[in-house]
């Protein structure tokens, strides 16, 4: 049967978290182009510092979109005095899981990194970089947890405005401190990471200055800081904790990817870093739409209208791949021009370029993939989800390392493995859709 959500009701969800997600990624191409500029061992430290710091960001987005998944159905049902509620406790469990991640990290971050890095320059450039950027988590944490509220009522705008003062935030540290310009002390790549912080806390207090202004937070029980009850939180955590695991093997696959490359010198980790950069910025739109796709699902299954999922996931995917291919199509037609943003160093430019036009390719394999994955999370299917993930990450890792440990390996040979993974993910979710069985799952 076909959806009665029309393209414009998926639009209005998805745009301005399209929009978030492109300003939220003038972060990381700012910290690369700043870095790229310090130099190779800065570039490559910020790859491995920063794809870390993302794998550990994904425990607690992963929770976030458990939580997403929950206050979507409340909203379906019409129970709206209970999304308070839910996201009350996801913030409770955000905001301890943040303090001890971040205490664990401050005792073991130097022996960590000296048992898994090669180079001693970057070892040390990751934990100058980690030991400031690890702090941002608490805030990071809390601002998942506004995130998923806001999806979750399909009310995003604010995500927009929130990831805008974010970035001005960061570009104006960035620039202020990585080289020491308007009278501000140089750090380097610590300068980065105080920078990307400073913006984290700038943003969490955006978001509960504008819940409090602007949303009518006694209508859905918000602030009201109850106790805690386990009932409660034994439900979220049932449809979060999948996600939440998800979502950390999933970063940490990317991590192992930079370990594996780093092997290969500091020439392939500065080129995997601008690729990844670039990459982020390519599937930007991915994000909003399957966070649209992810609410919608779990919505009109709160209004009872199972056989429409198929006919919606279907919408939301030829969005997506449109808005992508516009980008593929800047890549193909100007690749040294794309690359030039993140550094002036020729050499790294003319040897990225195959690598680019390989993750051209597979961001159209990663669209159709992700679309069809966010569908099974919003029927409340997670534990399905992970066991996917984990499988294909399990294939990810292990094609990558075979591809860095061979003779004469060359670095975009290695970013095929993107290619493989958005078309296994993609053929998998959507045969769970098509064939599972989720229609009566009760979240």
Sequence with gaps: MKTTIKYIEIWKIAYPI???SIVQNIISVTDTAFLGRVGKVELGA???GGVFYLSLIMLGLGFAVGTQIIVARRLGEGKHSEIGQVVEHSHYFLVSLAILLILFMKANMPFIFSKILNSENIETATNDYLNYRIVGLLFAFVNHGFRAFY???????????????????????????????????????????????????????????????????????????????FKIFKRIIKISFPTMMQNFISLTGWFFFFLFVEKMGEHSLAISNIIRSVYVVMIIPIWGFTSASNTLVSFIIGKDRQNEVLSLIIKVLKISVSCVLLIVVINVLMPELVLSIYTNDKSI???????????????????????????????????VSFTIEAFVIGFYVLATYMLTTMNNAKIEYVWTVEIFYGFIIAVISYLYIKYGNWQSKKI
């Design 349 to 383: 430019i003319i040897d990225s370029i195959h690598s680019l036009y390989i993750v051209s390719v597979s961001s159209i394999f990663l669209t159709v993939g992700f679309v069809f994955f966010s569908g099974v999370s919003g029927t409340g299917m997670t534990k």
């Design 18 to 20: 399209i929009l978030s």
């Design 151 to 229: 999806v979750g009522i399909a009310k995003t705008k604010v995500i927009t405005w929130t990831t805008v003062f974010m970035a001005f935030v960061n570009v104006f540290l960035d620039y202020a401190l990585v080289f020491g310009n308007l009278g501000f002390p140089q750090y380097g790549i610590k300068g980065a990471a105080i920078a990307s912080v400073s913006a984290e806390i700038a943003a969490c207090l955006f978001f509960i200055f504008f819940t409090i202004k602007r949303i009518d937070y006694r209508f859905y029980r918000l602030f009201e800081f109850n106790r805690f009850q």
């Design 46 to 48: 910020s790859a491995i």
